[in-house]
């Protein structure tokens, strides 16, 4: 029996009714290379070739070290395929897409002097990345000229200084930089750190003000659902093909990406003209229905599914006590607390949200949605469950037992438990040394509980002694009767007015 073969551009042009892959000059980098960034950003520039005169290809950049994605990219000669999958008013939609964008992949821990000689070619001036919220945070760490720094905002650092150093100075050849993390003013957060980076490694002056004059740090939003990569069905896929295919993804047709910058930019990547869902635009009402309703409710879900044995977002919607537990928690404590104009949409967008959530073909398991789930909740969850407490004076009991059900999920760094966590190392160091050195009793708990709020959750310092009492409670609970049992006594329950703060 002869061995399927690997998609390759040979092996595409080989197929029934292809076309041969682009041949495109590198005009973009693109740090991280997962399955989201692949089935946004790459099916996207793979769009404009083919629907305007963008004519650019993307070079990936390993986020980190001992990622094995890199090695696919280049086997594959840069190809993959992308399914679109899913129901847009009433009608099923399956499409197919070779996605021809990609170049390269480089791992820049043994590639590090090809990557910048590829900084060096003046017409690479796009940086997209997506290395999820745990990637745009300052960590210190040594510079060396002939080695890639280990962080995200370092290896951007790293390659501004070569690009600066190759132009001298020149500012018509910085970068426009277009990060996709979830998190608020990814890219002024972005450049804060890189900016912080520089002055670190004792980078010249005159460098730290080309990034702020020659580059464009832009801040974006970003929506589509892209579950993992389809296993089970691989196998059954690539005979339909007839190739394999590792880098395989499956999305669902919806995507919306708004993106602040220059007015310029929507001539330098067209990306409406290739009749994308792209908006230049301020990013933040799109924002607050996207991270707080969308993203919030994702993470909300996945703990609690996972801990309920449930494998997907989609069982957890057709769980009827999940459901009504994310319904209430979504309409009561998270949309109220929005500004006027979110607000005013998020009953739409909600229901919107619970037909992209049941999507038949998406499977969309809910542990990859737990990766670094501690800085998800940070920045998806957290800031509506503060704005609740001040605005209110009372305790959101949903968001409450959300946060309860992420701390009880942690205690899987140091127990044999169905599933597997995957995080930073600080975080996973963080919660092996509590739940290694204590009992769980409730007191210990809530000091723990305290210590994490104060030194990761709050700007200030501020007494929320009630909260920390209500989370070690709710953990307690679960302990004691399981996640169901703890769900069902507080799915509906008691309302909010019971939970006064004061």
């Known amino acids: 029996m002869t061995e399927m073969k690997a998609l390759k551009r040979d092996v595409l042009k080989s197929l029934p009714g292809s076309q041969s892959a682009g041949d495109h000059p590198i005009k973009a980098l693109q740090i991280g290379d997962g399955n989201f960034i692949r089935s946004f950003i790459d099916w996207m520039i793979s769009a404009m070739n083919q629907k305007t005169d963008f004519n650019g290809s993307i070079a990936t950049v390993q986020a980190l070290p001992g990622d094995q994605t890199t090695q696919k990219i280049n086997k594959q000669e840069g190809l993959f ?19 021809d964008s990609i170049t390269k992949g480089f791992n820049p821990y043994t590639e590090w002097e090809s990557l910048l000689k590829l900084v060096e070619e003046e017409q690479v001036s796009f940086l997209f990345s997506n290395t999820t919220e745990a990637g745009i945070v300052y960590h210190p760490e040594e510079f060396n000229p002939d080695q890639s720094p280990v962080s995200y905002p370092g290896k951007v650092t790293a390659l501004l200084y070569h690009r600066y150093q190759t132009f001298k100075g020149d500012r018509e050849k910085g970068w426009t930089i277009i990060p996709c993390e979830l998190i608020d003013n990814n890219g002024e957060v972005l450049r804060h750190i890189c900016i912080r980076k520089a002055m670190d490694w ?17 801040n974006t939003l970003v929506d589509r659902i892209v579950p993992g990569f389809p296993a089970n069905e691989a196998e059954q896929i690539y005979k339909e093909l007839q190739y394999r295919d590792e ?16 007015s310029k930019l929507e001539t330098e990547l067209p990306l409406k003209q290739a009749g994308l869902n792209v908006h230049f635009d301020s990013i933040k009402s799109y924002r607050e229905l996207k991270v707080k309703l969308l ?7 996945a703990p609690i599914g996972i801990l309920s044995g449930l494998e997907t977002v989609r069982e957890g919607m057709q769980n009827q006590n999940l459901f009504q537990f994310i319904d209430h928690a979504l309409h009561e404590e998270v949309a109220i607390t929005m500004d006027p104009l979110a607000k005013n ?27 670094n789930g501690y800085s998800k909740f940070k ?31 942690y205690k899987g760094v140091n127990e044999k438990v169905g599933y597997s966590i995957t995080d930073d190392e600080q975080t996973i160091e963080m919660f092996k040394r509590f739940y290694h050195s204590n009992d769980h009793l409730k007191e210990q708990l809530v000091v723990f509980i305290k210590r994490v709020i104060e030194e990761d959750f709050l700007e200030k310092e501020e007494e929320l002694n009630e909260l920390y009492e209500a989370i070690a409670t709710d953990f307690m609970l679960i302990d004691q ?18 939970n006064s703060m004061y």
């Open 81 to 99: 395929t992308l399914f679109l999958k899913g129901i847009r008013n009433g009608q099923s939609i399956e499409e197919r897409h070779i996605i």
């Open 202 to 218: 004792r980078l010249p002056t005159e460098f730290i003000d080309w990034i702020d004059s020659a580059c464009t740090f832009c």
């Open 247 to 262: 880098l395989l993804a499956v999305a669902e047709p919806y995507h919306l990406f708004v993106i602040e910058g220059p």
């Open 295 to 301: 993203n919030g409710a994702h993470t909300m879900l």
């Open 345 to 371: 949409a998020s009953v739409n967008y909600i229901e919107q949200l619970y037909e992209r959530f049941t999507n038949p073909y998406l499977h969309h398991k809910l542990i990859d949605i737990s990766l």
């Open 379 to 409: 920045s998806r969850v957290w800031p509506s469950l503060y704005a609740y407490l001040k605005e209110y004076e009372l305790l959101p009991k949903r968001l409450i037992f959300s946060f309860a059900s992420l701390l009880y999920f």
């Open 481 to 498: 009767l399981g996640m169901q049992s703890a769900l069902e006594k507080k799915r509906v329950g008691q309302s909010n007015e019971n």
